[in-house]
């Protein structure tokens, strides 16, 4: 019973010093911390006398070099002192000898009162609360700081009146004003900058924000590489922080890579939408270095149906869905173009959702992060995580305005933003090779393989042979989804394919070029190899691997320049798989008779 009692009183002890170790512990760095300039720091009255306590505090002054202060002649009796200092400090005390003669040492954090804006239809916002806009606006909202609108140009409607706008240019009629036809642009512009707590209409993000109006797509909603490009350029050399683009397609264009590395070494920060195609993959502008592509979710946080997802989403933002109605739209006001008058309208989209990544953007950039991949890193880095997101239908997350302007107040640590850097230079995009048929051709070529061994009655086994399946069957798949910016990518997608896709691969032409989907590479290789002792085994592989993938491309439908889809390509593709695999049984059959040949005192 002693031991029992004992062991209970050891037990009470340890809890107590555990709770009273937790009150002493600095918060955790992992999390978003609240904004604190000072520090507190309660000093025990018992057992000390005031006296000793005041020695205490003169002695904590002269380690630290600090000026503590009572917080006010009401805080004598409790012994409150207040010091400045960050969060380092905060840490040091926590550790020094210190500590023990306090209570609590804690930041003193700043409160401020709350604001809500008073434009009447504020309420219908879904977009805006989800974000947690106004955690943001307790920091800053957008000022000095200017967002490039690159749509169909921007109308000065009644809700826009107060927000700043500066010089931009019409890229479609080659003029300078670029007034809006379409009704797009501006809906796009006010969820970044509509002219907000005017108690009237809705609110907008960066709202004291300026906007940029650059038109570069038509009436009808369309525009070319070139103008965009263009506008890419006009925006970096007159002064925009940040880029919205809500347009995208498809094919990877140089001339706009190139604009878009311009405006980047400028400090720029581009955002785009992923596109509303549902599919696998991020349209262009989006998927391009430099680029923060945007997918979008609905009211009730999931991924909006029509959102693209995959390779080239970085971030997700509300895009709306108008399924049930408007009010799961985005609400903005915009030019009704049937009428030209101006109302207040949801739409859904991409495109709805980008501005809401840009306007977030401009507030980071208004409170002094300048480099590009500084606001990706925090934009990224303080996102809502989306557990089970297999399909990157979010990316880092949903965007969170309140957390980004924290991160961006407390600054992000080194390493977050240098790794961002990095990955901008050289990333890898596993969603662009196709898995399915790399594993399918490497068990035909295994089968393959496995056959010509029982057909051939001889054990062989060697790295030269493993080499020619990769290169026949699969390439060296992995070079295919890497990028490094400093170089273009056709060199790495070469390297990256099979053999039956040389030529057309390097200018992105997905039909097989029936010079290459054939025998004739596997033939030449072993007209060249056959003699050599260890190289035959690399074209006998080669000959295996473009038989595979020759296999599987006719379960696929392929398209054969030249050949069209139908029984011609079929029967192109077929024969020369055939082929294949006969050149590689005749060179396995020679093969072991030179073996058998040797002497014995040469063999393996």
């Known amino acids: 019973m002693k031991r029992l009692f004992f062991l209970w009183v050891l037990v009470g002890i340890a809890a107590v010093l555990a709770l009273s170790g937790v009150r002493s512990q600095p918060v955790s760095a992992g999390q978003p911390q609240a904004a604190f300039e000072s520090i507190v720091l309660d000093f025990r009255e018992a057992p000390l006398e005031t006296a000793q306590i005041e020695q205490r505090v003169a002695a904590l002054a002269q380690q630290f070099g600090l000026s503590p202060a009572l917080n006010s002649e009401f805080s004598a009796a409790d012994h409150v002192y207040v010091v400045k200092g960050d969060r380092s400090l905060l840490d040091r005390l926590h550790r020094s000898q210190f500590a023990k003669f306090t209570e609590f040492i804690e930041p003193n954090y700043v409160y401020a009162t709350t604001f809500a804006p008073n434009d009447p239809d504020y309420r219908q916002q879904w977009n805006l609360h989800s974000i947690r806009v106004e955690g943001a606006w307790a920091q800053t909202r957008g000022k000095g700081v200017t967002v490039a609108v690159l749509d169909t140009g921007i109308s000065r409607v009644p809700d826009l009146a107060k927000t700043g706008f500066v010089p931009g240019y019409d890229f479609v009629n080659d003029r300078a004003r670029a007034d809006d036809d379409n009704g797009h642009g501006t809906h796009v512009a006010g969820t970044i900058a509509q002219s907000t707590n005017n108690g009237y209409g809705v609110a907008g993000i960066a709202y004291e924000a300026s906007l940029m109006p650059l038109k570069v797509l038509s009436r009808q909603g369309f525009g070319t590489v070139s103008d965009i490009a263009e506008a890419i350029r006009y925006a970096a050399d007159h002064g925009a922080d940040v880029i919205n ?21 400028r400090d720029v920060v581009m955002v785009a939408a992923a596109g509303n195609e549902s599919t696998d993959a991020a349209s262009y502008p989006a998927k391009y270095r430099h680029v923060m592509g945007v997918s979008a979710y609905d009211a009730a946080g999931e991924k909006a149906p029509y959102s693209n997802y995959g390779t080239g989403v970085d971030i997700a933002a509300p895009g709306g869905s108008t399924l049930a109605g408007s009010a799961g739209g985005i609400l903005q006001e915009t030019l009704d173009r049937r009428t030209g008058t101006t109302a207040f309208k949801a739409f859904q989209g991409t495109s709805m959702a980008a501005p809401h990544v840009a306007g977030v953007a401009a507030v980071i950039k208004s409170m002094g992060v300048r480099p590009p991949e500084q606001v990706a890193a925090i934009l990224e880095r303080s996102a809502q995580r989306v557990q089970g997101d297999r399909d990157n239908a979010f990316g880092a997350g949903r965007l969170d305005a309140a957390a980004a302007a924290q991160l961006a107040a407390d600054r992000l640590p080194f390493w977050p933003w240098l790794w961002q850097f990095l990955r901008s230079l050289v990333w890898f995009e596993p969603q662009s090779i196709a898995w399915k048929d790399i594993l399918l051709k490497s068990a035909i070529a ?20 493993i080499a020619g399946l990769v290169l026949g069957a699969i390439g060296l798949f992995l070079l295919k989804g890497v990028h490094i910016a400093v170089l273009p990518h056709w060199p790495l997608r070469l390297l990256g394919s099979a053999l039956p896709e040389l030529g ?19 033939f030449g290789l072993m007209a060249l190899l056959l003699s050599h002792p260890a190289l035959k085994w690399l074209a006998i592989g080669t000959a295996t691997g473009t038989a595979a993938f020759l296999t599987v491309s006719l379960l696929e439908s392929p398209y054969v320049l030249w050949l069209g889809t139908g029984t011609p390509a079929l029967a192109y593709l077929g024969i020369n798989a055939l082929l294949c695999l006969g050149i590689a049984a005749v060179s396995v059959r020679v093969a072991a008779d030179d073996a058998r040949r040797r002497p014995p005192t040469g063999s393996s």
């Open 245 to 265: 683009m809500s347009l995208g397609g498809g094919g990877f264009s140089e001339l706009m890579q190139e604009a878009i590395d311009y405006a980047y070494d």
């Open 446 to 465: 295994a089968c393959f393989t496995w056959l010509l061994q029982q057909v051939s009655r001889f054990s062989w086994r060697s790295l030269p042979l």
């Open 504 to 522: 057309g691969i390097v200018w992105n032409d997905p039909r097989l070029n029936p010079i290459f989907a054939s025998c004739l590479i596997p």
